[in-house]
Nanobody, 113 residues
Framework: QVQLVESGGGLVQPGGSLRLSCAASGSFFSIDAMGWYRQAPGKQRELVGRITSAGSPNYADSVKGRFTISRAKNTVYLQMNSLKPEDTAVYYC?????????WGQGTQVTVSS
């Protein structure tokens, strides 16, 4: 079994920054890709960014230049800068381990003045 524990969400003013973390634990040898998705009210869940086991990242166009995804051991991070109100959503961590995809419980990010 794999457990994902997210942290770092909260309320921030426009232009501010937040850093999300997601730590994976359980019975596995290694993690393949890791990533972050988000879901705003009334919208479908969408990719924010993913990073391969080799450390190669990719991002949604809407966050390029503002967000940075990174990983260290079994933890994936999302550094979010220059936040906008439209970034408000529940952010979900996602990891792939041996062709199985696992999801975190989600953490709320609210960007508002």
């Amino acid at each position: 079994q794999v457990q994902l524990v997210e942290s770092g969400g909260g309320l921030v003013q426009p232009g501010g920054s937040l850093r999300l973390s997601c730590a994976a634990s359980g019975s596995f040898f290694s993690i393949d890709a890791m990533g972050w998705y988000r879901q705003a009210p009334g919208k479908q869940r969408e990719l924010v960014g993913r990073i391969t086991s080799a450390g190669s990242p990719n991002y949604a166009d809407s966050v390029k230049g503002r967000f940075t995804i990174s990983r260290a051991k079994n933890t994936v991070y999302l550094q979010m800068n220059s936040l906008k109100p439209e970034d408000t959503a529940v952010y979900y961590c996602n990891v792939d381990i041996r062709y199985t995809s696992y999801w975190g419980q989600g953490t709320q990010v609210t960007v508002s003045s």
